[in-house]
């Protein structure tokens, strides 16, 4: 039977077990879900590693030939197997005919980037002339912020969330510095309430309502890197822009993980890199978004040719013509080896669309929430067992795919264990794992295996205390 689009996945897999007339921790739910799965065949197109060639592993614990329990997508996705043959493309051209391959072929080099614009509109929900694809993330939050931060004695304050990925935090800070402005006065970040891991949008709303008039740019992530909470970017950039600030996201977190609509939700700016849920590689061709009704207003603070008019930018004339919006803010060359990997895995994301991803990607996740809730729930505390809690939202409108799990022992001891067995997933301090199930590459099964490598190696970590 065709799962409803309203069923909760906590609902699904209750159906499925009760189909089978099993207990929903089954295995066999878990194959029934990745055989009812559309999009399973897309774990072919991704390199997935194997358990020996991971370099923390206990080869006495594994069965080596397996493939690991990747849940880091969060942090860098898999490898698209195309990503060699695009790069080898552009290698060979190179090679044959130097410096010729800048106007010939399938990238010509001086627009490459360009030639891959169209693969991202639907992933970020936003038209062509509102996209770049340039620098790193972090460089072009600075170069977006120097266009849209301009403190007057007023307005002069950037919002943003409490334990904000450091680079953003630095970024910041350095962008206040870079005005002669005092970060403490300057530099208003939103806190949880106190006993609370998440924050309250009422809380968000609160502080824009009341301190709007002295804040210049609110510059939110779109899911926290930590928490792994999604934020209501529409509901923040309305509140935003009723008081007159300038609402600009991060969405390294967010961007082929959850659905988003830049363009139609009025958002002003946004930057995200291209390396996590965009599996580009490290260091990856970054993006960057300048809503279109600020195409002629909003113009780049540091310019370079890339940002002059194609139709005469070889002319040499010293005589800038600014390309209108984000395209004018691209100041160098793009580099055409980066582009050709995120092709690679754009042209994937085209294919199963962002809405099917999504929809995959809630139930994944929620399985997983709905197994470890069913293994270790607070009350195996009274046993002596080791609770997990999961701090992440659990409404679905309020997370993306990844949870950030925490322990009643420390957490250390708990994420090597899983290392020796195969799992791929990451600590962040103070003391969290976080878990990135992805809908492209991983699979229900992945989580089945996962909740048994977990218990095992729950088991070794008590036994150590
Ligand atoms: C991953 C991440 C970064 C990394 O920045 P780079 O410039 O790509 O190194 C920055 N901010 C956030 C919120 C991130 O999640």
Partial sequence: ??????????????????????????????????????????????????????????????????????????????????????????????????????????????????????????????????????????????????????????????????KAFPSDHYAIESQLQLHGLQI???????????????????????????????????????????????????????????????????LAHAVGNVELYLHDWGVDFACWCSYKYLNSGAGGLAGAFVHEKHAYSIKPALVGWFGHEL????????????????????????????????????EIFTQATMKALRRKSILLTGYLEYMIKQYYSQDRAETKKTAVNIITPSSIEDRGCQLTLTFSVPMKQVFQELQKRGVVCDKREPNGIRVAPVPLYNSFHDIYKFINLLTSALDSAESKN
Avoid at 214 to 223: D, P, R, T
Avoid at 315 to 323: E, R
Wanted: with cysteine; glycine share 6%.
């Fill in 1 to 162: 039977m065709e799962p409803s689009p309203l069923e909760l996945p906590a609902d699904t897999v209750q159906r499925i077990a009760s189909e089978l007339r099993c207990h929903p921790t089954d295995e066999r739910v878990a194959l029934r879900l990745d055989e009812e799965d559309k999009l399973r065949h897309f774990r072919e197109y991704f390199y997935i590693p194997k358990k020996q060639d991971l370099p923390p592993i206990d080869l006495s614990l594994v069965d080596k030939e397996e493939d690991a329990i990747y849940f880091s997508g969060n942090s860098l996705g898999l490898q698209p197997k195309k990503v060699k043959t695009y790069l080898e493309e552009e290698l060979d051209k190179w090679a044959k005919m130097g410096a010729y391959g800048h106007d010939i072929g399938k990238r010509p080099w001086i627009t490459g980037d360009e030639t891959i614009l169209g693969l991202m509109t639907d992933i970020v929900g936003a038209n062509k002339k509102e996209i770049a694809l340039m620098n790193g993330l972090t460089v072009n939050l600075h170069l977006l912020l120097l266009s849209f931060f301009k403190p007057t004695p007023k307005r002069y304050k950037i919002l943003l969330e409490a």
């Fill in 184 to 250: 403490e006065k300057s530099m208003r970040i939103i806190k949880p309430r106190e006993g609370e891991e998440t924050l309250r949008m009422e809380d968000i709303i609160e502080v824009i309502e009341n301190e709007g008039d002295s804040i210049a740019v609110i510059l939110f992530s779109g899911v926290h890197f930590y928490t792994g909470q999604l934020f209501n970017i529409p509901a923040i950039t309305k509140a935003g822009q009723a008081k007159g600030c300038f609402v600009g996201f991060d």
């Fill in 311 to 346: 139709s005469t930018r070889f002319k040499m004339d010293n005589k800038l013509q600014l390309i209108p919006g984000i395209t004018g803010f691209r100041i160098s060359n793009p580099p055409i080896l980066l582009v050709c990997s995120l092709q690679a895995s754009l």
